[in-house]
């Protein structure tokens, strides 16, 4: 089992739409959450971190986490052409300062 | 704040060859990482440095692949006999060392073994 999952895709929205992307994680001593988005041919760039329960919110995007559920969402509202990238879940133990990360979740947003 | 920085950009090698690639990580982060990614996968951990001293190595690492970093500023990734398995985006990364410092990474550099 990896240790963090996510829904491969592709996953498609019209403009103005809300793309909602899931994560799920193993280790239940992870503490530290973040989303990277990553356009085609091009490095992961940091767009969210959450570390608490509950729901952050930055500009279109919200990061929501449960750990008893050992679960992180990713909201984009009003989604954008330009949102369309490949989104990046990853998760850090504590104590440990590497990331693990999953596949990655392909999203369109259809103009 | 330039950002981390990688070169080459692009590294296309014959099987066998040995590569180096270079990692820049941004000034005043002391924690390095490297990472592979293929296509379609997220980024597999490779190793870390905490300022020059390598702190992990991941299991899948061969022995055919070293770090370095010297003086603990910038490092390098030796492949030594590359093999066609060793395609990929190689990802360096760096950070803060506090507690849920996040990664920031350079652009790659893409190597292709031909």
């Known amino acids: 089992q990896k240790e963090v999952e996510q829904n491969s895709g592709p996953l498609s929205v019209p403009e103005g739409a809300i793309a909602s992307l899931n994560c799920t994680y193993s280790?239940?001593?992870?503490?530290?959450f973040f989303w990277y988005r990553q356009y085609s041919g091009k490095s992961p760039e940091l767009i969210m971190s959450?570390?608490?329960?509950g729901d952050k919110e930055d500009g279109r995007f919200t990061a929501q986490l449960n750990k008893a559920s050992q679960y992180v969402s990713l909201l984009i509202r009003d989604s954008q052409p330009s949102d369309s990238a490949t989104y990046l879940c990853?998760?850090?133990?504590?104590?440990?300062?590497?990331?693990?990360f999953g596949a990655g979740t392909t999203v369109t947003v259809r103009a | 704040d330039t950002g981390v920085s990688q070169n080459p950009r692009h590294k296309i090698t014959k099987r066998g060859q040995n590569v180096t690639f270079r990692c820049d990580p941004i000034?005043?982060?002391?924690?390095l990482y490297w990472y592979r990614q293929t296509l379609g996968q997220g980024p597999e951990f490779l190793t870390y440095?905490?300022?020059?001293?390598?702190?992990?190595k991941s299991r899948l690492l061969s022995d055919r692949f070293s770090a370095e970093r010297p003086k603990g500023s910038f490092s390098t990734l030796e492949i030594q006999r590359t093999e066609q398995g060793d395609s990929a985006m190689y990802l360096c990364?760096?950070?803060?060392?506090?507690?849920?410092?996040?990664?920031?990474f350079g652009n790659g550099t893409r190597l292709t073994v031909t």
């Open positions: 990364a760096s950070s803060l060392s506090q507690t849920n410092s996040p990664l920031h």
């Open positions: 280790d239940r001593g992870s503490q530290s």
């Open positions: 959450i570390y608490s329960n």
């Open positions: 990853a998760a850090a133990t504590r104590g440990d300062y590497k990331l693990s």
């Open positions: 000034s005043e982060h002391n924690r």
């Open positions: 440095f905490q300022n020059e001293a390598q702190l992990e």
